[in-house]
């Protein structure tokens, strides 16, 4: 069985998987990291949306052999402490979510959209989240909670420049 | 130590303390709380079933019936059992002594045939799908994999996929007493007479496509066995129904089984069930005195979870000249699929009371009947039976505006029921306690823009544009709230309609409330804690909400058919009025006052008139010292209710859709959508937004993309996402919603319930605007879903010389707006041909 290194959200784990395990059922049934649900088995609903080295992708989608030497970050590793990341407070600020099953998956996968756009039109965040399905919400939510996001995101990042640039005493 | 440590100075700890919480009076109705929920899912913390991990646990995976009909002749799990993992192996044959029929709670009528239905098939399978045998093993890979090596020797049956073949003499039996279950009759007033020598007679048929409710969490199940006692965790929206229905169902005595539904994510009817895999886990478990899982995957879940709709409607309206409506008659085959579940032939009854819509009429005849087919059974699925009706009476009418010229929201105003004359006492026998149809539908048409559309509809007419411009309007109302539980009683449903709850003050002033509602996303959480907040004086954030566990909320009736709040948030609200009572009787005893002098205010009870009082958390705290309660104070400041209302709820609302067709790519896109819902008084106007939004996406969702599909030997072919369309973010535009408030008058709270409404009201209205926009083809309707390709075949059916208006200079101004008297004023396009659709008299 092969033995594979990963880093997910911060610790380093050595696991050894069989070659058709799924990422998503190492994270889930091995780790412990149940915060990222799955919702089909076809790659097509986004629920299993992790980060993989910075990238979003469908952790069902994604054998636990090609994440070795990898770092995933899931959603449980997206706070900071006990702050929120400006994603997940704009999803609960738009009510984005009700049931919340996508909810993981579609921050993921939102966070990611930005990395091209920072400052997306409803419609670049209506084209971004089409692998993401939400049954509940009707999207008019999302799309509010992903621009809003985007703008605390970049308020941060602006903020922690600034902090940097501040010469420390 | 221990001898000095009474309660006394728990009690003075506790206020001496900062934990002791203080009172408010801030109003939390109507205040647009962010949700508590919201914490545990977006941190990812959340319990679904799937996460639970128990020691030693063994997964379940079943094999299922390749074919839809077909005898079992032999199973052999010998080969099975030796695979690497593998704990046993079942099949139907083995539990079938112990395997009690899945239940039918709602046998409509007397004579209803209830088949046997075993949650692993014995001798028979009846569709795609079915379970034959199981496998239960280390891991659910090596339980998947020995599902390969069970060997089923299956002769084939005849399949039956379509309702009127499966009726018709000779047609395969899906059961031994053949295809019909039942048939239900209903009728009010004279529809003979209605329907002699009516001036018009619009008479249609519509297609109700099979859905796939599509829950985002598949189905999950765990259970588990302390050899006494057995837990079930099922993602289920019904865990004290489902309790009651698994201890009959398995023989497992009620007391020793406890039910939790833990996080669920979504349901949508789809998870109102008592499921094969859930008897199944608690068998399976009581044999092997081990905890299991099994979690279902995507295309298993397409297969069975229960399906939604699949009705065959026939519609008649008898009408005079100026558009009124004299009667309706309805004519419905509903597709039970393979077997009668939990609900199955209470579906389309529930819709027989609703296909009056908002109208007046002297008569109403309904005829349903039930048939069973070679596929997955059909249950409630969001609305159940109510957009079915809807949908039919809204696109009946809109075909009578068509035919008389009218514009279609005017035939609405003239039949509607007015403002004044609530509380109305429909044809059906409802009554429509409160409504304001007017109010609802002029602010819809002043934030649609009405008019407008209509001028550059006629435009595009005129030009013969290859993108049209369609209009659709649907006015609505449903019936929410299910009890009451007498209603429920005389239409033969198996359980009551009321709902409990407890409250109770804990002892540092925080609340617990018990509610019997199960949610899966609406909010309880955050509106229960609101409503507690107000009645009680207490801060929001001092309240928790429990429920879905049988341990815990001992009792209740769950959660569907937009119930809770108007239900169970009642029971909260009465369970808080009576705390507030035994508050009141302790600080008249401590004030040394009068019950009748205590005033309540801001989360204290005063003295009136006098500067003296006492918060309702140091009455909590003083019922637990106990130490100086009046007599007979029994200690503790709790309380339980039951309510059953006395009537349904009717929410009501008008949307408006507008929608460019492309007639030569069959393409369609909504330009705009417009929402406007009256549910009553509001507690979270956040969360009650949500829920339109979600509701709307999924009536659009049945306009325009979805269909569950079986092929003519009972094979599903929409087994996955990819060939189910569930609309994504870019298939759906923003909606515009907006609300009237007028107060339901049958609870204290004026609610109404808003889970369904948007799924009721949506899928008309795109419809109606995808016919408005292909009238001038001579196009009449459009079947559901309406795909790009059907779209385009029935306008490339219509043919060459199909453009049929506006044919003449002059009839492009024939609609002359809502407003206007004027409404035998022309509209001459494809009227002129369908007026051979009035047949008049009987048929
Ligand atoms: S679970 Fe991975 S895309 Fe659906
Ligand atoms: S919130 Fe339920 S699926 Fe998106």
Not at chain 2, 442 to 463: T, V
Not at chain 2, 748 to 769: C, D, F, Q, R, Y
């Amino acid at each position: 069985m092969p033995r594979i290194t990963i880093t997910v959200d911060g610790i380093t784990y050595q696991e050894d998987v069989e070659p058709r395990l799924l990422l998503v059922h190492l994270l889930r049934d091995r780790l412990g990291k149940t915060g990222t649900p799955i919702g089909c088995d076809t790659g097509n609903c986004g629920a299993c949306t992790v980060m993989l080295d910075g990238v979003s992708v469908k952790s069902c989608s994604v054998l636990a052999v090609q994440s070795d030497e990898s770092d995933v970050v899931t959603i449980e590793g997206l706070a900071r402490g006990n702050e929120w990341h400006p994603m997940q407070k704009a999803f609960h600020e738009e009510h984005a979510l009700q049931c919340g099953y996508c909810t993981p998956g579609m921050i993921m996968a939102a966070i990611d959209l930005l990395r091209d756009d920072p400052d997306p039109s409803e419609e670049t965040v209506r084209e971004g989240l089409e692998g993401n399905l939400c049954r509940c919400t009707g999207y008019c939510n999302i799309v509010r909670a992903v621009r809003r996001g985007a703008r605390e995101m970049s308020q941060r990042s602006a903020g922690e420049r600034a902090e940097q640039e501040v010469p420390t005493p | 130590m221990s001898e000095q440590l009474d309660a006394g100075m728990i009690a003075e700890q506790i206020a001496e303390s900062d934990q002791l919480s203080r009172p408010t009076d801030a109003r939390e109705i109507g205040r647009a709380r962010r949700r508590k929920e919201d914490a545990r899912l977006v941190t990812g913390r959340t319990t679904w079933t799937d996460n639970i991990q128990l020691p030693g646990m063994l997964y379940v995976a079943f094999l299922r019936s390749p074919m839809a009909h077909a005898r079992i002749t032999r199973v052999d799990t010998s080969a099975a059992r030796t695979r690497p993992g593998v704990v046993a192996v079942y099949s139907g044959q083995d539990f079938a002594d112990e395997q009690g029929s899945l239940p039918c709670a709602w046998p409509v009528t007397e004579d209803i045939v209830i088949p046997d239905h075993p949650p692993m098939a014995v001798n028979e399978v009846r569709y795609a799908g079915e379970a034959v045998a199981c496998v239960v093993a280390t891991d659910r890979y090596k339980a998947a994999d020995a599902l390969e090596a069970i060997e089923v020797d299956y002769e084939p049956l005849e399949a039956v996929v379509d309702m009127t073949e499966a009726l018709t003499e000779g047609s395969p039996k899906v059961h031994e007493s053949g295809n019909k279950a039942f048939t239900w009759k209903f009728a009010g007033g004279d529809i003979d007479a209605a329907f002699r020598d009516a001036p018009v007679v619009i008479d249609r048929t519509y297609v109700q496509q099979r859905l796939i409710p599509s829950a985002m969490e598949p189905r999950a199940v765990v259970a588990t066995t302390d050899g006494e006692t057995f837990t079930l965790y099922s993602a289920t929206q019904i865990p004290h129904v489902l309790r009651v229905m698994l201890a009959l169902t398995t023989g497992i005595p009620e007391h020793r089984l406890r039910v939790i539904a833990p996080d669920v994510g979504g349901g949508f009817g789809s998870k109102l069930q008592v499921t094969a895999e859930e008897v199944l886990g608690l068998l399976i478990t009581r044999r092997l005195g081990k905890p299991v899982k099994w979690t279902e995957s995507r295309s298993e879940g397409n297969l069975t979870v229960h399906h939604g709709r699949d009705q065959l409607q026939r519609i008649s309206i008898a009408a005079e000249r100026d558009g009124r409506i004299r009667g309706v008659r309805v004519d419905l085959l509903a597709d039970m699929g393979a077997y009668l579940m939990l609900v199955t032939p209470g579906i389309p009854i529930l819709g027989a009371f609703m296909y009056n819509g908002i109208y007046k009429m002297d008569a109403y005849d309904f005829t349903c009947t039930g048939v069973f087919t070679t596929k997955m059974p059909t249950d409630a699925y969001r609305g159940a039976g109510r957009p079915e009706a809807t949908f039919a009476i809204e696109r009946a009418v809109d075909e009578l505006a068509h035919e008389l010229g009218i514009d279609p929201i005017e035939v609405r105003r003239r039949n509607w029921i007015t403002h004044e004359e609530f509380p109305y006492t429909t044809i059906c026998g409802l009554t429509y306690d409160s409504g304001n149809y007017e109010a609802a539908t002029d602010k819809a048409l002043a934030l649609f823009g009405y008019d407008k559309l209509r001028a550059e509809q006629a435009d595009r007419r005129d030009r013969r544009d290859p993108v049209q411009l369609g209009i659709g309007v649907s006015t609505f109302t449903e019936m929410c709230g299910l009890a009451p539980s007498r209603v429920l009683g005389s239409l033969s449903y198996g359980a009551g309609g009321w709902e409990h709850s407890s409250v109770r003050m804990l002892p540092t002033g925080k609340v617990e409330v018990i509610t019997g509602t199960s949610p899966h996303g609406q909010g309880h959480e955050t509106a229960w804690s609101q409503i507690v907040a107000d009645t009680l004086g207490v801060p929001f954030d001092d309240v928790s909400v429990l429920h879905g566990d049988t341990s815990i909320s001992h009792k209740g009736m769950d959660t569907y058919g937009s119930r809770s709040l108007v239900v169970g948030g009642i029971a909260v609200l009465q369970a808080c009025e009576k705390v507030k009572d035994k508050a009141r009787q302790l600080a008249a005893h401590m004030l040394e006052a009068s019950a009748d002098d205590i005033e309540f205010a801001g989360g204290s009870f005063n003295v009136r008139g006098t500067g003296s009082g006492k918060t309702i958390q140091e009455l909590a705290l003083a019922t637990f010292a106990a130490h100086d309660l009046p007599d007979g104070f029994e200690p503790g400041l709790d309380a339980d209710a039951t309510f059953d209302p006395d009537n349904f709820s009717f929410p009501h609302g008008t949307h408006l859709c507008a929608i460019e067709v492309d007639t030569e790519t069959g393409e369609s896109k909504i330009r705009s959508y417009v929402a406007v819902d009256d549910v009553g008084s509001v507690v979270n106007p956040l969360i009650v937004e949500g829920q339109v939004h979600g509701g709307i996406a999924q009536g659009i969702a049945q306009a325009l993309f979805e269909e569950a599909v079986y092929d003519s030997e009972g094979n599903m072919l929409t087994t996955t996402m990819a060939d189910y369309l569930i609309p994504s973010a870019s298939d759906l535009p923003d909606f515009t919603t907006d609300r009237t408030e007028t107060p339901a008058t049958s609870n204290p709270l004026g609610v109404k319930g808003v889970g369904e409404a948007g799924t009721i009201a949506s899928t008309p209205a795109v419809v109606n605007a995808i016919v408005d926009a292909l009238r001038p083809y001579g196009v009449h309707d459009v079947r559901m879903p309406c795909t790009p390709e059907r779209v385009w075949r029935t306008v490339a059916e219509a043919g060459e010389t199909a453009w049929a208006g506006p044919p003449s200079a002059g009839d492009t101004t024939a609609w002359v707006g809502p407003t206007a008297a004027g409404d035998t004023t022309a509209w001459v396009g494809p009227t002129a041909a369908e007026g051979t659709e009035s047949e008049g008299g009987d048929r």
